[in-house]
């Protein structure tokens, strides 16, 4: 059972474009959603969350837009470039458990 | 942000030996870790939640007996993968949360990769 869900294992956009991943969700329950990046052999690193009273969260060239009734959540990446060039999770929470189900994961690959 | 270090980065071992993985918050204390397993081109598993000083939490499916956690201090959790099989390669990573942590305030382990012949 999937709970989270990524349906895109890849994506390549141009040095300078937007980035959009996307994640969707079955359990209308968590209420903190992040996303990760990461590189093989690596743990991964945080890039940005939010919750579910919000949504919209931005920093820096990272956005993140979550629409609840849709049960789908986007990471806008403004201009891209090419040591974006990773795997992005998108990862849901419930409550303050710290536990984390991952989506499968979208390879990134920004192209010069 | 906090750094988090994971001991060995790889090892390879025999059928049928144990293999201990460590996990360290090197500048925070870590009141939870977590540890998690990733399969080639599959995504993050949670295999079982640690608090200091309790035994772990361990998710569905998860064998207790097998994957033994003790996470004696506020800096250090163990994994040991008992009579490991070629099945239980992977990749071993686990996450701290320090003490006022939110979800969010979790930093990951660069990851073991564990190799069984």
């Known amino acids: 059972d999937q709970q989270v869900k990524q349906n895109s294992p890849s994506l390549s956009v141009q040095e300078g474009r937007i980035s959009i991943l996307n994640c969707d969700y079955t359990?209308?329950?968590?209420?903190?959603f992040l996303w990760y990046k990461k590189y093989p052999a690596e743990g991964p690193t945080f890039l940005i969350s939010i919750s579910s009273i919000k949504d919209k969260n931005e920093d820096g060239r990272f956005t993140v837009f979550l629409n609840k009734s849709a049960k789908h959540l986007s990471l806008h990446i403004v201009p891209s470039q090419p040591g974006d060039s990773a795997v992005y999770f998108c990862a849901a929470s419930r409550g303050n458990t710290g536990k984390l189900i991952f989506g499968q994961g979208t390879t990134l690959q920004v192209k010069p | 942000g906090a750094v988090v270090s994971q001991h060995p980065s790889r090892v390879i071992c025999k059928s049928g030996t144990s293999v201990k993985i460590e996990c360290r918050s090197l500048?925070?204390?870590?009141?939870?870790m977590f540890w998690y397993r990733q399969f080639p081109k599959q995504s993050l598993m949670l295999m079982a939640t640690?608090?200091?000083?309790?035994?772990?939490?361990?998710e569905q499916g998860v064998e207790k007996d097998k994957f033994l956690i003790n996470h004696a201090s506020l800096t250090l959790s163990t994994l040991t993968v008992t009579s490991a099989h070629p099945e239980d390669s992977s990749f071993y990573i686990c996450?701290?949360?320090?003490?006022?942590?939110?979800?969010?305030?979790?930093?990951f382990g660069p990851g073991t990769r564990l190799t069984v012949t």
């Open positions: 996450s701290a949360r320090g003490l006022a942590g939110f979800s969010y305030e979790q930093y």
């Open positions: 640690s608090n200091e000083g309790s035994k772990a939490t361990y």
């Open positions: 500048d925070f204390q870590a009141t939870t």
């Open positions: 359990n209308s329950m968590f209420d903190y």
